[in-house]
């Protein structure tokens, strides 16, 4: 298996191998803008140098996220990656703010739901890109 030069995607180590997912690689949509993928790999590095690709088959029943690139992906477990966010499309501007577990024991995606707090704190700032700073 052959996979793309690509750009913005993520290699995340798992227990089932180093798991490829998404990025840009010169597709185009149907306007001629560029369009991100949501094509999935795995790599699995072999004895004195060797290594194997090999294209994961998600099955087109189960839910699979949207394309996208310049995402974050990181292993949660031995067998289970966390994808979050990424852009969809840069004409027009769309940015995602979702999430996704793949289960690599059988490659099966899951819509994770964000439960956001209600409860307003006093005596602490909002500070951008940075979090919360509590006041002491």
Not at 2 to 29: C, E, K, Q, Y
């Amino acid at each position: 298996v052959s996979v793309s030069p690509r750009a913005g995607h993520t290699i995340t180590p798992t227990s089932t191998g180093f798991v490829l997912f998404g990025g840009m690689d010169g597709r185009r949509n149907d306007q001629g803008n560029p369009s991100p993928n949501n094509d999935v790999y795995i790599f699995k590095p072999g004895k004195k140098g060797t290594f194997e690709w090999s294209n994961v088959e998600i099955d087109p029943g189960s839910q699979a996220p949207p394309v996208r690139t310049l995402h974050t992906s990181v292993a949660v477990s031995g067998e289970d990656l966390f994808l979050h966010g990424g852009v969809h499309s840069t004409t027009p501007y769309q940015v995602l703010n979702d999430g996704w577990t793949l289960d690599t024991t059988c490659f099966e995606w899951k819509r994770t739901h964000f439960k956001t707090a209600t409860a307003e704190f006093k005596g602490s700032y909002l500070k951008r890109m940075s979090g919360r700073i509590t006041e002491y």
